[in-house]
């Protein structure tokens, strides 16, 4: 069955900073892997995939994210966060090509000025 | 591109009350999918669809909820009878075979 972990429940950075949001991952197949934001009273906006390819994948709102295999990771990077990052951040997982998304609990990331 | 249209953004109704969600795909996916967002659960898949056939309705909570997708173009969530347990923001989110899902801006739904 597949799986996703988001282990931190809120991230705080400091504006300027660099920021990571982290999620590892458990599928049987090929991995397929996706990043969204959700601001408050809103829906789930698509922020990147990770198919095949570049390790590095890049993205929306200059996020990027790294896909590691062997400790079957996928984290949310930006060199420089913004307040305007501040949102809820997940990671989703889909086992091969089709079929549902599996999404983790979610990561509050809070930029303060 | 309108996106994912759900109606009602807002539906406030008493117990025992149907409720009905309705969405709209992006036109040309051909995947629609349900999902519930709640501050205990989390985001939970309730069913999908591939091509207007549900594939996969094992997160659908009770006998209470169906959901119907009659064309390409419109799927609802039904509700009946309502509980308070119910009260959540229910997404709708369409997607092609491989891509990614777009999400509409949820319906929140609140029985009291």
């Known amino acids: 069955a597949q799986s996703v972990a988001q282990p931190e429940d809120q991230v705080n950075v400091a504006e300027g900073n660099p920021l990571t949001v982290k999620c590892t991952y458990s599928?049987?197949?090929?991995?397929?892997l996706f990043w969204y934001v959700q601001y408050p009273n809103r829906g789930l906006q698509f922020l990147l995939k990770?198919?095949?390819?570049?390790?590095l994948v890049k993205g929306s709102y200059g996020f990027e994210a790294e896909f590691n295999k062997s400790q079957t990771s996928f984290h949310l990077k930006k060199p420089s966060a913004l307040v305007s990052d501040s949102a809820l951040y997940f990671c989703?997982?889909?086992?091969?090509?089709?079929?549902?998304?599996?999404f983790g609990k979610g990561t509050k990331l809070s930029v303060k000025p | 591109d309108a996106g994912v249209i759900q109606s009602p953004r807002h539906e406030v109704t008493e117990m025992g009350q149907e409720v009905t969600l309705r969405c709209k795909p992006i036109?040309?996916?051909?995947?629609l999918f349900w999902y519930r967002q709640t501050m205990m659960r989390g985001l939970e898949l309730l069913i999908y669809?591939?091509?207007?056939?549900?594939?996969?309705d094992s997160g659908m909570p009770e006998d209470r909820f169906s959901a119907k997708m009659p064309n390409a173009s419109f799927s609802t969530l039904k509700i009946q009878p309502s509980e308070p347990r119910d009260s959540a923001v229910y997404f709708c989110?369409?997607?092609?075979?491989?891509?990614?899902?777009?999400f509409g801006e949820g319906s929140r739904l609140t029985v009291l």
């Open positions: 989110a369409s997607s092609r075979v491989d891509g990614e899902l777009f």
């Open positions: 599928v049987s197949g090929n991995p397929y």
């Open positions: 990770y198919i095949t390819g570049d390790n």
């Open positions: 989703a997982v889909r086992d091969g090509s089709q079929g549902n998304l599996i």
């Open positions: 036109s040309g996916h051909n995947s």
């Open positions: 669809f591939n091509n207007n056939v549900p594939i996969d």
